[in-house]
């Protein structure tokens, strides 16, 4: 699959957001990599400050990003229809950690 493909892919899932949500996103950065350097098999990375844990001394700072590693989902993924899957469920995963939404939290809603 190419990098274009799998960057519309990520979009799509992002367009999937309820718009309530995506407007209360604040200074993040969603990108997409081949692979996270030290554990290759990670699928996504949320890196910031969670909005639950901004203070009023928050700002001034490098948005937060949230990366999608494309050869980790392709390699879990048998089909296209399986890729897309993935990739909204890594990208709704990686946002709910932008939200505050710990890991236990996330596998009991069934999104681990």
């Given at each position: 699959?190419?990098?274009?493909?799998?960057?519309?892919?990520?979009?799509?899932?992002?367009?999937?957001?309820?718009?309530?949500?995506?407007?209360?996103?604040?200074?993040?950065?969603?990108?997409?990599?081949?692979?996270?350097?030290?554990?290759?098999?990670?699928?996504g990375l949320y890196e910031g400050v969670a909005l639950t844990e901004r203070t009023s001394s928050y700002?001034?700072?490098?948005?937060?990003?949230?990366?999608?590693?494309?050869?980790?989902?392709?390699?879990?993924?048998?089909?296209?229809?399986?890729?897309?899957?993935?990739?909204?469920?890594?990208?709704?995963?990686?946002?709910?950690?932008?939200?505050?939404?710990?890991?236990?939290?996330?596998?009991?809603?069934?999104?681990?």
């Amino acid at each position: 699959m190419t990098r274009r493909r799998f960057e519309e892919l990520v979009a799509d899932a992002l367009d999937t957001i309820p718009p309530e949500l995506t407007a209360a996103m604040d200074n993040v950065v969603v990108l997409v990599a081949d692979r996270h350097d030290t554990d290759p098999e990670l699928l996504g990375l949320y890196e910031g400050v969670a909005l639950t844990e901004r203070t009023s001394s928050y700002g001034g700072v490098l948005p937060d990003r949230i990366t999608i590693y494309q050869d980790a989902i392709l390699d879990v993924c048998d089909s296209e229809d399986d890729v897309v899957h993935e990739v909204a469920v890594t990208v709704v995963h990686e946002v709910a950690h932008h939200f505050g939404i710990d890991e236990a939290t996330l596998h009991e809603l069934g999104w681990g």
